[in-house]
């Protein structure tokens, strides 16, 4: 009888035979929980974890960070939507990116996102496609904003820094406020703020 050796697998290609984690969420305190919540267990998910969270990345949402802590190799942690995972795409790639370095996948109920299938992984390669394709555009979009605003007169770039030493050596000079605030290009009340005078000259 031939043994054939084994294929080593690596923890990204571990198979989804582990846990199923769910995860649910909604972004203000009067939407309800409990429609996802019912579909994750529904679906299979021994453990719901749930909060009530906006923000586009990772801060602040203390279930989510629990459960891709404490997700292992083979296990799936499954949404509704992605849009209740992630806020953006960058987000989106980065939780994607933390799963598949434990041999973890993501999966949703109400999408065709299985990351454990081929097709799942072409989703992954897309993602970073996506990502990119979302950054050029903020920039670019950016720049055009820029280029608008020098048209138009209004671009300033970036406020002068305030140089409180200079302040006071002014102000010591006898100029006011107002004539500080002109000749170091700086508003009035930064000035007011900087000395911890009221307004008003």
Do not use: W
């Amino acid at each position: 009888m031939t043994v054939r050796p084994r294929t080593a697998v690596s923890a990204s290609d571990a198979a989804p035979t582990g846990h199923l984690y769910g995860y649910a969420r909604v972004s203000t305190t009067d939407q309800d929980l409990s429609i996802q919540e019912d579909a994750l267990r529904a679906a299979g998910c021994e453990i719901v974890r749930a909060e009530k969270r906006s923000g586009t990345s990772r801060d602040g949402r203390t279930e989510l960070v629990t459960l891709l802590d404490f997700i292992r190799a083979g296990d799936t942690l499954m949404v509704t939507r992605v849009d209740r995972l992630a806020r953006s795409i960058g987000d989106l790639q980065d939780i994607v990116r933390t799963l598949k370095a434990k041999g973890a996948h993501l999966k949703a109920t109400e999408q065709p996102i299985d990351t454990s299938t081929a097709a799942g992984k072409a989703f992954l390669d897309m993602l970073g496609v996506f990502a990119e394709f979302e950054t050029n555009i903020r920039r670019e979009r950016q720049l055009e904003g820029i280029a608008k605003a020098k048209e138009e007169g209004k671009y300033k770039g970036r406020p002068p820094s305030i140089d409180a030493t200079q302040v006071r050596a002014l102000q010591a000079e006898g100029l006011g406020a107002s004539a500080i605030a002109a000749k170091l290009g700086i508003g009035r009340a930064s000035v007011y703020r900087l000395l911890g005078e009221k307004g008003g000259e």
